[in-house]
């Protein structure tokens, strides 16, 4: 009987790091943008400051979160790692992060915690000692086995300031290897809080979080939230690709629009945060975007799919391409007379069907 279980995790271990590769080949070589649903970004537009009466090479795009001092209010946010391309890729965002002074999350970590010689494709700190990091559990694990001791093992392992737990129901829903039961995650999500040491941050994949659920999430003790809303890379859409079974395979690309839109999630999710960081991520593909987050309320403005694009390159590439949107936002911050990000939470912006002011 021991040697079969034995043999169950062995499969279950590989399963996860096939499943890992399979992601970042998706991701880049399939048309995975959730379908028939916007970010919501497009419905303002800054009022456009003609006289900034400022010096554009002076704008400062610097803030503090959890005791790291940032360059930009950028998330590269949680995509990879648990196979060899991932940890390629991982190191490569992480040198961009360490040179442009921006935050990181990496992928699940579940892999290299049932299989722990795969810690590596998530280690980034000896190149990324200065950045905010951030590691990476699913919430739906704490159903299965998962606890304080895998959270800490997942926090120490990349000696990270803080963690991510992500949800993800539609996703395990469509998944051929997916978990279904979420019965009683939060309370176990609130047990872990009280007992781990660093912030937790809880976050959506894609599908976006509403208030109600970031009222619940606030009471139980998270250092902040992460709306990753719809509008970006569908992973219903993922799985469907991936999918052998072609019923489900139907099902899953039925969800490609399930939606709440990244910018009505932040505003949502903003009312309800008391104060806490809430990050904007989901769809966000320039930096005018960022700014109108940032006006909506966002602590950090995540970015995904275009950065895992251009690592697969090189590291030039990627950090070329977080380099460019910094730029954005500090030509979006100057176009609407905002020096920092103070200013350009306070600035002029617009709804686009009747040029109202956004009153938040």
Known sequence: MAKAKEMLEGAVDVRTEARKREHIDTVLNENVTAKGVTTGFEMFA??????PELNLDEIDLSRTLFDKSLRAPILISSMTGGAAEGGVINRRLAECAQELGLALGIGSQRAAIERPELART????????????????????LNYGYGI???????????????????????????????????????????LISKIAVPVVVKEIGNGLSAGLVRKLVAIGVAGVDVAGAGGTSW??????????????????????????????????????????????????????MAKAIRLGATLCGVAAPALRASDENSETVTQHMRCLIEELKIAAFCT???????????????????SEVDL
């Not at 800054?46 to 006289?51: G, M, N, Q, S």
């Not at 998530?122 to 694990?141: H, K, S, T």
């Not at 120490?156 to 019965?183: K, S, Y």
């Open 149 to 191: 001791d895998q959270a800490r093992q997942a926090v120490d392992m990349i000696e990270a300031d803080a963690l991510f737990v992500h949800l993800n129901p539609l996703q395990e829903a469509v998944q051929a290897e997916g978990d279904r039961n979420w019965h009683g995650v939060l309370n176990k999500l609130e047990d």
């Open 337 to 355: 007379g905002s020096g920092d990000l103070k200013a350009l939470r306070q600035a002029s912006l617009r709804r686009v069907d009747d040029w």
């Open 236 to 289: 219903s859409e993922v799985e469907a690709k991936r999918q052998v079974d072609p019923l489900i395979r139907k099902v899953a690309h039925r969800f490609a629009g399930w939606r709440i839109p990244t910018a009505q999630s932040l505003i949502e999710a903003r009312h309800e945060a008391s104060g806490l960081p809430v990050f904007a991520s989901g769809g966000i593909r320039n930096s005018i975007d």
């Open 46 to 51: 800054f009022e456009h400051c003609a006289l």
């Open 122 to 141: 998530y280690r980034v700190r000896e190149i990324a000692p200065d950045i905010l990091l951030f590691a990476n559990l699913g919430a739906i694990q």
